[in-house]
T-cell receptor
């Protein structure tokens, strides 16, 4: 059964950094593209970033381009999201996904 | 990016009612559509994937249909635990996109 467990969230000041992790199990992680999705307080779901199965192709939502970096370690079945220059509007619960959201998410709060 | 238009944005219904939510894609996505249920303070829960495949453990009163651009989520007999917000999501494209959500409230 597919399991995705996010971690690394927390409270950070404007301009700060966080690194999120997503531990994957129950499927052939190294053969799947992966994504990050977020949900701000009281808002809908928003795609954030994409990485191809081998890590060579990456795409970002426009508002995070240049600040966030998606990466993966297929030897550890783990997906990452390095978030720099954080802003209050980055406050959200962050979920990883293969094609679907399956984990509890990790909350990120950026204070001003 | 592929846009998903979900309707209605909210509805009021009674226990036992049949409820239908629609999701229209801006271009064809074959069967690459999922439906989620989300309750306050909880992560979204996948109900249906591949447009019509019921996830393990999801009650059979939930069903999905559609192909290409037009999709439907049906709850055949609404139960008290079904009052929640429902989202559609496409995974045909590298950029995942979501419908705006449908809040199902008690009439």
């Amino acid at each position: 059964q597919v399991q995705l467990v996010e971690s690394g969230g927390g409270v950070v000041q404007r301009g700060g950094s966080l690194r999120l992790s997503c531990a994957a199990s129950g499927f052939a992680f190294s053969t799947y593209a992966m994504q990050w999705v977020r949900q701000g307080p009281g808002k809908g779901l928003q795609w954030v970033a994409f990485i191809s199965f081998e890590g060579s192709n990456k795409f970002y939502e426009q508002s995070v381009e240049g600040r966030f970096t998606i990466s993966r370690d297929n030897s550890k079945n783990t997906l990452y999201l390095q978030m720099n220059s954080l802003r209050p509007d980055d406050t959200a619960i962050y979920y990883c996904a293969d094609n679907l959201i399956r984990g509890p998410g990790t909350p990120v709060t950026v204070s001003s | 990016a592929i846009q998903l238009t979900q309707s209605p944005s909210s509805l009021s219904a009674s226990v036992g009612d049949r409820v239908t939510i629609t999701c229209r894609a801006s271009q064809g996505i074959a069967s690459a559509l999922a439906w989620y249920q989300q309750k306050p303070g909880q992560a979204p829960k996948v109900l249906i994937s591949d447009a019509s495949t019921l996830e393990s453990g999801v009650p059979s009163r939930f069903s999905g249909s559609g192909y290409g651009t037009d999709f439907t989520l049906t709850i055949s007999s609404l139960q008290p635990e079904d009052f929640a917000t429902y989202y559609c999501q496409q995974f045909d494209d590298n950029v995942l996109t979501f419908g705006g959500g449908t809040k199902v409230a008690i009439k």
